[in-house]
Nanobody, 123 residues
Framework: QLQLVESGGGSVQAGGSLRLSCAAS????????MGWFRQAPGKEREGVAY???????RYADSVKGRFTISKDNAKRTLYLQMSSLKPEDTAMYYC?????????????????WGQGAQVTVSS
């Protein structure tokens, strides 16, 4: 059964960078879609970016040009490189995956989730 484990969260000052990693295990095929979501206190979980099995990517407007999603199939690891971080990027970040071929920025489109990694950006 597919399992996802995030790492790389932490605290950084505004303008700084962080890279999140998501190690996937327990499967014999690459998930159709993998994505990053985030949830700030008191807010709904929102899609940050996703990447398809063929490498097509999509980003939320709020992170476009600052964040980059990528994956290493050989290492079975998903990444989120975050640059020019802003205080409003502060949230718990979650890695997600789905076997559905219809990739989505909605959390309802994913059925496998990691435990989350906290990212805190101070001004």
């Amino acid at each position: 059964q597919l399992q996802l484990v995030e790492s790389g969260g932490g605290s950084v000052q505004a303008g700084g960078s962080l890279r999140l990693s998501c190690a996937a295990s327990g499967y014999t095929y690459n998930p159709w879609c993998m994505g990053w979501f985030r949830q700030a206190p008191g807010k709904e979980r929102e899609g940050v970016a996703y990447i398809t099995d063929t490498g097509t990517t999509r980003y939320a407007d709020s992170v476009k040009g600052r964040f980059t999603i990528s994956k290493d199939n050989a290492k079975r690891t998903l990444y989120l490189q975050m640059s020019s971080l802003k205080p409003e990027d502060t949230a718990m970040y979650y890695c997600a995956a789905t076997e559905s071929p219809a990739c989505s920025m909605l959390s309802s489109g994913y059925n496998k989730w990691g435990q989350g990694a906290q990212v805190t950006v101070s001004s």
